[in-house]
């Protein structure tokens, strides 16, 4: 297995295993419970959300260099509407924190002093999804966009007091402000709280322009999140 992949592939694996446990705990106990959030009745409810991200950029990198996966976070709103007892729209508004690290070995071309380089990527995501629901189990699916607002770009083995943040001179300009893609996972309704894990593909190159292009050549957004949500 390309050992790029290994870590963040591991890690979503582990969110959808500890998905699965909490489903097949709580599932038969409460689908039937008239008290369900969204257990059987048509009610559009409003609420709030976070939890974490673990995401990747999958660049294509020279011989010598590797990547690994980053943790971020997300938080925002949403609204769950029932169109019927099996069926629902949620739209939602996030704040969601993206990016990945990569180990460069130092490049004269690219301009980059060896170390690891952290790209943190922090956009405002709208994701549109429908969601298949039987009793406190849904299964959410459909498009995102997003704007990016700000990007940080460190490298972290840096230690100079002339340049002590370890900038490497980008920013949000030299990334590509929007970007759009394809979100689905699962999410569990429990009496007002809602549990769910969920990935998110990217299906735009977030940059092809100067230093930015030739390092994160060809690389598209990829996110996994584990997140709770509360509504009212």
Partial sequence: MNKRFYSF???????FL?????????STTQAQEKGNFFG????????FKGGANVSQLYIDQVDGNSERSKWGWHAGIFVKAPVSDYFAFQPELLYSNAGTKVSYQGSNLLGVRPGEVRYNLNYVQLPLLAAITL????VQFGPY???LIDANIRNLQIDDPLEPTGGIGLD???FERFDYGLAGGVAMDIKGFQLGVRYNYGLREISDKGLAGRLVNNSKNSVAQI???IAF
């Fill in 18 to 26: 500890f998905m699965l446990f909490l489903l097949g705990t709580y």
């Fill in 135 to 138: 009793g406190p189990l849904s």
């Fill in 227 to 229: 997140y709770l949500g």
């Fill in 172 to 174: 949000e300009s030299d």
């Fill in 40 to 47: 059987g009745d048509r009610a559009t409810r409003f609420g």
């Fill in 145 to 147: 966009g997003s704007y």
């Fill in 9 to 15: 592939r591991k890690l979503t694996g582990l969110s």
